[in-house]
Nanobody, 131 residues
């Protein structure tokens, strides 16, 4: 029953950097895998990055791999996304999401990048990359 608040979006030039943050409240933060997704008008909400409960494993979509870094601070109940070398194609509303244990109808999760497995979502923060 975690609540998520995303922040840090803004306007940057191509090649610039930005750090997104997501603050979680409620529940036990360390019980949740955390992910970032992004969405543009008329498009699906796409996977960006995810990090496991303890932070030991991270996963990235191909378009952002090598440019973005996801991290978490379980002591502060936060997850961050450091975005480097931004490109106009990165322009989107970015959402943080939390993935708890599998639903009662599932024995196990299938993948960190599957948005249907994330039960909790933040409100989103807009990232705009010029050019």
């Amino acid at each position: 029953h975690v609540q998520l608040q995303a922040s840090g979006g803004g306007f940057v030039q191509t090649g610039g950097s930005l750090r997104l943050s997501c603050a979680a409240s409620g529940g036990t933060f360390s019980d949740y895998d955390m992910g970032w997704f992004r969405q543009t008008p008329g498009s699906e909400r796409d996977f960006v990055a995810a990090i496991s409960r303890s932070g030991g494993n991270s996963y990235y979509s191909h378009p952002v791999k090598g440019r973005f870094t996801i991290s978490r601070d379980n002591a502060k109940n936060t997850v961050s996304l450091i975005m480097n070398n931004l490109d106009p194609t990165d322009t989107a509303v970015y959402y943080c999401a939390a993935r708890g244990p599998p639903t009662s109808g599932s024995y196990q999760h299938l993948g960190f990048g599957l948005k249907n497995e994330y039960g909790y979502w933040g409100q989103g923060t807009l990232v705009t990359v010029s050019s």
